[in-house]
């Protein structure tokens, strides 16, 4: 691996230039000047991903991980597949992303798996799935290594609340009690604190609790939570046996929990219009005269035959003048035809012919599809990062006289996917590659 690349992207990346930051990753493991050691490869695309994720690209982050998860050197499968978790909860796919969450916490090499307990709580809250997102709140909270258990405390006692235990959810409450925690997240941990009581009939336990959640002046309320609290103070003043039952939607920490980053979700689409190259037919005429009248006529008649002949023949070759003027418009349009679509960027075989060909079996493709000036050593290191793909995706095609670009999309055998930008030149009529890189349309 050529890490001056690498540390100049790292610098970059921690000067928070994270577009400036996927270009020399990229750039790193395009490099084939210095050999790849075991496992390296799976870094770069780990830190690809990470410039992904600070991009709000999540889909291709996505990709990225993925192919880190594929160098089966690159020995950090946990963290990858809790980053994978992450970038599915960000667009809100939570089904995939409780299957990498359960993959990470699974890895017994993962030296924080507390991260992908609390993704996975919290993408079994979001599946309505209150009783398995206590199980992962409670290992959250149980990780000897977690920084911060009482957030997974917090949305354990929600779980417990959701499931009309509002004894264990104050159990829950109060192990939290005991850690360090931010002021605003002890006023919530109160808040939430408050409703479990009143919901357990504890009305003078619930207004303490709702009073020191708001004994600083700065957290308010949420509207149910502010209910309860006016119920819980009515009680006490008529010295009531307390209200029954239970207002789940007074819970005062959101179901939401809360992910490890700052990521938004983001939705990045693109779409292109293919078109085929023209089809020209050809044209094909013939004219023939014959006439045995000229061996059966008298004198008189030759002369009249003569001047019939003459008129035919005058007919003859105005009908042949049309049909070589015809002809000569014809080629004209088909040439004028040809040369339109040579500056257009047709030509035959086509671009996409190229890239399928490519694909198709990159390790032994055709020497006819690369540019002749390049070296069997340069061929080796392009076609050695492209997947075999019989089905390779056409995403667009960039066309001029002389260049093209070629984007396509390969599908890896674990099921990610990989973009290439696939720059080519014209070769006579036809098109043949001159180099081939990922893409990553957030590099644009």
């Given at each position: 691996m050529n890490n001056t690349l690498f540390d100049q992207a790292t610098i970059r990346y921690n000067n928070k230039d994270y577009r400036g930051a996927l270009r020399g990753y990229t750039a790193?493991?395009?490099?084939?000047?210095?050999?790849?050691?075991?496992?390296?490869?799976?870094?770069?695309?780990?830190?690809?991903?990470?410039?992904?994720?600070?991009?709000?690209?999540?889909?291709?982050?996505?990709?990225?991980?993925?192919?880190?998860?594929?160098?089966?050197?690159?020995?950090?499968n946990g963290a990858l597949q809790n980053n994978i978790g992450m970038a599915y909860a960000s667009l809100r796919d939570y089904a995939n992303a409780k299957i990498h969450f359960q993959k990470a916490v699974e890895d017994p090499a993962y030296d924080t798996p507390y991260k992908a307990y609390m993704g996975l709580g919290n993408a079994e809250l979001k599946l309505g799935n209150s009783a398995e997102a206590g199980v992962a709140f409670r290992e959250a909270a149980l990780d000897e290594?977690?920084?911060?258990?009482?957030?997974?405390?917090?949305?354990?006692?929600?779980?417990?609340?959701?499931?009309?235990?509002?004894?264990?959810?104050?159990?829950?409450?109060?192990?939290?009690?005991?850690?360090?925690?931010?002021?605003?997240?002890?006023?919530?941990?109160?808040?939430?604190?408050?409703?479990?009581?009143?919901?357990?009939?504890?009305?003078?336990?619930?207004?303490?609790?709702?009073?020191?959640a708001i004994a600083d002046g700065t957290y308010l309320l949420s509207d149910s939570?502010?209910?309860?609290?006016?119920?819980?103070?009515?009680?006490?003043?008529?010295?009531?046996?307390?209200?029954?039952?239970?207002?789940?939607?007074?819970?005062?920490?959101?179901?939401?929990?809360?992910?490890?980053?700052?990521?938004?979700?983001?939705?990045?689409?693109?779409?292109?219009?293919?078109?085929?190259?023209?089809?020209?037919?050809?044209?094909?005429?013939a004219y023939n005269n014959t006439n045995s009248d000229f061996f059966e006529t008298s004198n008189?008649?030759?002369?009249?035959?003569?001047?019939?002949?003459?008129?035919?023949?005058?007919?003859?070759?105005?009908?042949?003048?049309?049909?070589?003027?015809?002809?000569?418009?014809?080629?004209?349009?088909?040439?004028?035809?040809?040369?339109?679509?040579?500056?257009?960027?047709?030509?035959?075989?086509?671009?996409?012919?190229?890239?399928?060909?490519?694909?198709?079996?990159?390790?032994?493709?055709?020497?006819?599809?690369?540019?002749e000036t390049l070296s069997q050593e340069s061929i080796h290191s392009m076609t050695a990062a492209v997947v075999k793909d019989g089905n390779v995706t056409i995403d667009g095609?960039?066309?001029?006289?002389?260049?093209?670009?070629?984007?396509a999309t390969a599908t890896t055998p674990e099921g990610g996917s990989v973009t290439y930008r696939i720059n080519m030149v014209r070769d006579v009529v036809g098109w043949k590659i001159s180099s081939i890189e990922l893409y990553f349309p957030s590099m644009a």
């Open positions: 790193c493991l395009q490099d084939t000047s210095v050999p790849f050691s075991l496992g390296e490869v799976g870094l770069i695309y780990h830190r690809i991903g990470n410039c992904l994720v600070k991009l709000k690209n999540p889909q291709e982050a996505i990709q990225a991980y993925a192919q880190a998860v594929s160098d089966a050197a690159y020995t950090v290594d977690n920084p911060d258990p009482a957030k997974a405390l917090l949305n354990l006692g929600i779980c417990f609340m959701a499931l009309d235990r509002p004894q264990d959810a104050i159990a829950s409450y109060e192990s939290a009690e005991q850690f360090d925690m931010q002021a605003d997240t002890a006023n919530r941990l109160f808040a939430s604190k408050g409703q479990a009581y009143a919901a357990n009939g504890q009305m003078r336990e619930a207004v303490d609790a709702f009073e020191r939570a502010s209910v309860d609290y006016q119920r819980a103070l009515g009680a006490v003043a008529h010295m009531g046996p307390g209200a029954d039952g239970m207002d789940l939607s007074g819970l005062d920490i959101t179901a939401d929990g809360e992910y490890y980053g700052d990521e938004d979700p983001f939705f990045y689409d693109e779409s292109y219009e293919e078109q085929d190259p023209s089809q020209y037919p050809g044209f094909v005429d008189e008649e030759l002369e009249n035959l003569s001047k019939s002949l003459a008129r035919k023949d005058r007919k003859r070759r105005n009908i042949g003048l049309k049909i070589l003027v015809a002809l000569i418009v014809i080629v004209v349009i088909l040439l004028g035809a040809a040369i339109f679509g040579y500056t257009q960027g047709y030509g035959w075989p086509t671009q996409q012919a190229v890239t399928q060909e490519l694909f198709a079996d990159p390790e032994n493709a055709s020497q006819d599809v690369f540019l095609v960039n066309k001029s006289m002389t260049d093209s670009v070629v984007y």
